[in-house]
Nanobody
Framework: QVQMVESGGGLVQAGGSLRLSCAAS????????MAWFRQAPGSEREFVAT????????NYANSVKGRFTISRDNAKNTVFLQMNSVKPEDTAVYYC????????????WGQGTQVTVSS
């Protein structure tokens, strides 16, 4: 059974930093592309960042490029999102997602962690 558990969310002031973690189990993590998405109230879920397996190629949404960094630790089956210079518009529920090599989509999702940025 695949489990994805996010942590690290919370309340942060604008301009501050936050680091999200997502621990995965039940899948071949090192062969899974990993990503972060977010969903703000009243909005659709949107892509934030992705990191491929195992080479670690990264891609970011324009809205977070230069401020957020995605990384992974294959030994710990964990993906991270370092959020710097956060803005109130970054307020959302953040979800991690896994795209295993044998799938054709992001097949597994975490339950989400709330990030709130105060101005």
């Amino acid at each position: 059974q695949v489990q994805m558990v996010e942590s690290g969310g919370g309340l942060v002031q604008a301009g501050g930093s936050l680091r999200l973690s997502c621990a995965a189990s039940g899948l071949t993590f090192s062969r899974s592309d990993m990503a972060w998405f977010r969903q703000a109230p009243g909005s659709e879920r949107e892509f934030v960042a992705t990191i491929t397996a195992p080479g670690g190629s990264r891609n970011y949404a324009n809205s977070v490029k230069g401020r957020f960094t995605i990384s992974r630790d294959n030994a710990k089956n964990t993906v991270f999102l370092q959020m710097n210079s956060v803005k109130p518009e970054d307020t959302a529920v953040y979800y991690c997602a896994a795209w295993p090599a044998y799938e054709s989509k992001y097949a597994y999702w975490g339950q989400g962690t709330q990030v709130t940025v105060s101005s």
